[in-house]
C-alpha cells in the first residue's frame, strides 16, 4: 500500500488545519493508520492513530483535546482534523499504516508503511 499525506500549511497560533492521508494498492479498511510528526533535531513522536478494529482512536496527551482522527473508508482517507493550533506543533507530519493492528503502537517501528510528509507551521 502507498500512503499520500496532504494538506499542510502555514497558520497562525489558533487556527485549524486538516490533514489528509490516501491510502492507495490497498484497502484501507484493513489498516490501522497513525499520524506521528517530527521537528527539526528531534525524534519522531507520535500523535494520533485510529485502528481497523471498530475505529477506536488513541492520542498522544500533547494533543489530547485538540486534534481528532477519523477515517473515510469509501474514500480510502484517513484525517487529522487539527485545532486550537500551538507554535509547539510545528512540525513535519507524516502518516503510518500497518496492517490489522488491534492496539496501533506508538512506535514508529510499528508500522511498514510510510507517508512522505507535509509541513505545518504554526506563527504565533
Known amino acids: 500500500v502507498q500512503l499520500q499525506a496532504s494538506g499542510g500549511g502555514l497558520v497562525q497560533a489558533g487556527g485549524s488545519l486538516r490533514l489528509s492521508c490516501v491510502l492507495s494498492g490497498g484497502s484501507s479498511g484493513s489498516y490501522s493508520v497513525a499520524w506521528f510528526r517530527q521537528a527539526p533535531g528531534k525524534e519522531r513522536e507520535f500523535v494520533a492513530a485510529?485502528?481497523?478494529?471498530?475505529?477506536?482512536?488513541y492520542y498522544a496527551d500533547s494533543v489530547k483535546g485538540r486534534f481528532s482522527i477519523s477515517r473515510d473508508d469509501a474514500k480510502n482517507t484517513v484525517y487529522l482534523q487539527m485545532n486550537s493550533l500551538k507554535p509547539e506543533d510545528t512540525s513535519v507530519y507524516y502518516c503510518?499504516?500497518?496492517?490489522?493492528?488491534?492496539?496501533?503502537?506508538?512506535?514508529?517501528?510499528?508500522?511498514?508503511?510510510w507517508g512522505q510528509g507535509t509541513l505545518v507551521t504554526v506563527s504565533s
Open positions: 485510529i485502528s481497523w478494529y471498530y475505529d477506536n482512536t
Open positions: 503510518a499504516a500497518g496492517i490489522r493492528l488491534l492496539r496501533p503502537p506508538p512506535s514508529p517501528t510499528g508500522y511498514g508503511y
